[in-house]
């Protein structure tokens, strides 16, 4: 892992940090590339304007590691309003939730209530998505995944291509017919752990593409879904899926709000399928972090603001 990323990641659970940051103007300038306001009105009008170019969205409410059980059913009853608000505009818009939010440190119990209503409001033709957090975490989060995709088909889940025990997470999951987003993975994580060259993320990935892309021709993943901004790495995917001769809308790039828009247009003019993960909401500084030590390119367009001040 480099310096830099190390830095960023250690910066994102720094709280005097986090207190500070929104007081700036340029933070908060840089941070509006990533997200197009604080309210689910926000994350509303970008979906709309999204759908125009044939782009779909998928939500998240920003926020993690609720210790308060009332806390925790307000999160589950914003994303029920917010269900309500994308099924009466017709939006195509799906939501993705952190299980921390949903109140996983209290009691896997309680979390498991709260996603079940969620998921029980959701269409059947749709996926509630559930995020991975960091590797503690991985545990616990699947086998939530597995007791609501016993109930609820419409379900899906993370995985990160740089912790070494994905190849196994994937292959015990396959059989359950599993929806599931693949990212490389926004976490501090020990070289035990997770790889540390991006080289060695780069072709896990790829190997990992390359399984549930066949596991979706196969009936076994209902969705295959690719969250990534690397636009070589996409290529070389969607290359894949030609020589297999998937069809072009099994492949499903998911990509941030603001990040590579000419490649999100691109896939969706091509005929695959684009979907922009739209964040909104006041806790985004740590979320903001990670963003930064994915991409270099990100970190540089923070220090264009500060001079641009």
């Not at 926004?186 to 399984?211: H, I």
Request: charged letters at 25%; one cysteine or more.
């Amino acid at each position: 892992m480099s310096l830099m990323r190390s830095l960023l990641l250690a910066a994102s659970q720094n709280a005097r940090l986090r207190e500070r940051a929104s007081r700036y103007r340029f933070v908060r300038r840089s941070v509006s590339r990533f997200m197009p306001g604080e309210t689910l009105e926000d994350a509303l009008r970008a979906a709309q304007a999204l759908s125009v170019r044939k782009i779909g969205a998928v939500f998240t409410h920003l926020g993690e590691n609720i210790n308060d059980a009332g806390e925790a059913k307000q999160v589950t009853e914003h994303y029920l309003g917010a269900l309500e608000r994308i099924h009466g505009q017709n939006l195509r818009a799906e939501i993705s939730v952190k299980l921390t939010q949903l109140g996983l440190d209290l009691s896997p119990d309680l979390c498991f209530a709260n996603l079940q209503e969620i998921i029980a409001r959701e269409k059947k033709d749709c996926i509630v998505w559930i995020d991975m957090e960091a590797s503690n975490y991985v545990d616990v989060t699947l086998d939530l995944y597995r007791r609501a995709l016993a109930v609820f088909p419409n379900v899906g889940i993370c995985l990160q291509a740089y912790l070494y025990r994905t190849k196994d997470d994937l292959a015990k999951l396959l059989p359950l017919r599993p929806s599931i987003r693949l990212v490389k993975g926004a976490y501090s994580e020990p070289p035990e752990t997770a790889f540390p060259r991006k080289g060695d993320v780069d072709e896990n990935y790829f190997a990992l593409a390359q399984e549930m892309l066949r596991a979706q021709a196969a009936g076994q993943c209902p969705r295959a879904a690719f969250g990534t901004h690397d636009v070589a790495l996409i290529r070389r995917i969607a290359a894949f899926a030609a020589q297999e001769s998937f069809p072009k809308e099994a492949l499903e790039v998911q990509m941030l709000f603001g990040i590579q828009r000419a490649e999100q247009e691109r896939l969706a003019s091509e005929g695959y399928r684009s979907i922009v993960l739209v964040a909104y909401g006041t806790y985004w500084y740590a979320w903001f972090m990670r963003r930064l030590a994915e991409r270099p390119a990100n970190l540089w367009f923070l220090i264009r603001n500060v001079f641009a001040s």
